[in-house]
């Protein structure tokens, strides 16, 4: 791997072990407020929310300018997000800017690898990013529920500072404070990113319009885009796939920590610990991915998705620690072994229809469409009542119906286009192995 793959990881690292500890703090916040469970739920779909709305935009932003710069723009939004929640706007709303951040981040972060490195190179990459990532999840939610715990937030809460009264009295605030720091190392990191060599496509300019470019003039590009992702017979497959895959993990990390204090009657920082469990399998999952599959082969590996919606579905029967941390692993080990190279593929066929940055854009708008959806479906039955367990019923039947749905459209492609799938997977191998 070239040298600065690694300062890319590092600031992968730390930019998402803060996210992932803050949405441990945010849960945290909104129980010491006495907000009411559903607010907590909400806090998924207001992550995803402007990963939704910009898609059309951040894409297009990521590939007009170095992604080092991008990401670096993107970590000190994030660090807006942490001190609006401190200073009073309601959590809810903080987190969201937050999610705008990580929105713009998304584009650049995977966008860069395909400008980095060869093709060759594509699912051993992926697969050490997102290894990392998950480490970082894994992590993250273990540094958050620890922040938060009797043994560290009251130190956090004990250091003063001379003369002024900082107003952090509950331990949530605490770790925030923490995770400001840890989202300036992350930028740190971000200014030492080199440059790739990759020619910039400039947005639109318009200089009747205040910013300088017509944003308006992006959406038809944006639609163009998404279009011919869903068209192309490759990449509607990895797309659907990983849609599914991280519109369904998206929500399993809050369902966890619910149906650990439901089964297991854990605290949010031992119920953290758990969902560190899923990510521990699923880091496992895509580094054995990047070092056993090839990036043609990935189509092969869906009925894992089934297997995987399975295995939410038998959650509701696990009640003891020592079946639930396997069982966990397990869950997570499929999710990853499946993800990484579909993502791969993804990234390889949106980079060759239409540029890096664009098609991670697509791809992310899909995904957070997928978890706001789902994530507003659980807070609305959180409202209504319904228990984790029904909600774990729900997500298990949901991917694994749609993930046989899936199969049988790659299947139906396979058959009726036969020759045009057989050109991509060609494309595919030999990028592959040549690039």
């Known amino acids: 791997m070239k040298r ?50 910009l898609a059309p935009f951040v894409g297009a932003f990521a590939d007009s300018r ?11 939004i994030k660090v807006v997000g942490c001190l609006m929640m401190l200073f009073g706007t309601h959590p809810l709303l903080a987190y969201a800017v937050v999610g705008l951040g990580a929105a713009a981040y998304s584009p650049a972060k995977y966008g ?56 952090i009295d509950l331990p949530p605030e605490g770790a925030i404070c923490v995770l400001v720091l840890i989202y300036m ?28 470019f017509n944003l308006l003039a992006l959406l038809p590009d944006f639609v163009s885009c998404n279009r011919r ?12 796939t990983t849609t ?56 092969t590996l869906m009925p894992l998705g089934i297997g995987m919606g399975v295995l ?9 620690l020592w079946l639930a941390v396997p069982f966990l692993i397990l869950l997570g080990g499929l999710g990853g072994y499946l993800v990484v190279p579909m993502n791969a593929l993804l990234q390889h066929r949106g980079h060759n229809l239409m540029g890096a940055g664009r098609s991670i854009a697509v791809q992310n708008f899909n995904e957070q469409l997928c978890i706001l959806g789902l994530g ?28 046989w749905l899936i199969q049988r459209w790659h299947a139906y492609n396979h058959e009726h286009h036969r020759d045009e799938l057989a050109r991509l997977l060609h494309i595919a191998r030999n990028d592959d192995l040549h690039g």
Not at 29 to 50: I, S
Not at 144 to 164: K, N
Not at 270 to 290: C, E, F, P, Y
Request: proline letters at 4%; one cysteine or more.
């Open 4 to 53: 600065g793959f690694y300062t890319i990881m590092s600031a992968q690292f730390f930019s998402s072990l803060a996210d992932n500890a803050l949405f441990v703090a945010a849960v945290e916040l909104l129980k010491a407020e006495g907000a009411p469970e559903w607010q907590r739920a909400a806090l998924v779909p207001m992550f995803a929310l402007f990963y939704v709305v």
């Open 66 to 76: 170095p992604k080092g710069d991008v990401m670096l723009i993107s970590n000190s």
């Open 112 to 167: 860069i690898l395909t400008e980095l490195l060869p093709a060759s190179q594509l699912v051993k990459a992926n697969g050490w990013i997102e290894g990392l990532t998950i480490g970082s999840i894994i992590l993250g939610v273990l540094l958050g529920g620890q922040l938060v715990g009797p043994v560290i937030a009251p130190m956090l809460l004990g250091l003063d500072i001379p003369f002024f009264d900082t107003g």
């Open 185 to 212: 190392l992350a930028a740190w990191f971000n200014t030492r990113i080199p440059l790739t060599g990759a020619a910039m496509v400039p947005m639109r300019r318009d200089p009747e319009r205040s910013l300088g």
């Open 229 to 240: 992702l869903w068209q192309d017979k490759l990449g509607q497959i990895s797309l659907a």
């Open 244 to 299: 599914l895959f991280w519109g369904v993990s998206g929500n399993l990390r809050y369902i966890v920590l619910a149906w650990a204090a439901a089964a297991l009657g854990y605290s949010t920082t031992q119920a953290s610990g758990l969902v560190g469990v899923v990510a521990i399998g699923t880091a496992v999952g895509a580094v054995a991915a990047s070092m056993r599959t090839r990036l043609e082969h990935a189509p």
């Open 312 to 320: 939410v579905l038998a959650m509701n029967a696990i009640d003891q």
């Open 376 to 403: 507003g479906a659980y807070t609305l039955f959180t409202g209504m009542g319904l228990s984790s367990f029904g909600a774990i019923t729900g997500f298990g039947l949901l991917v694994a119906c749609v993930m």
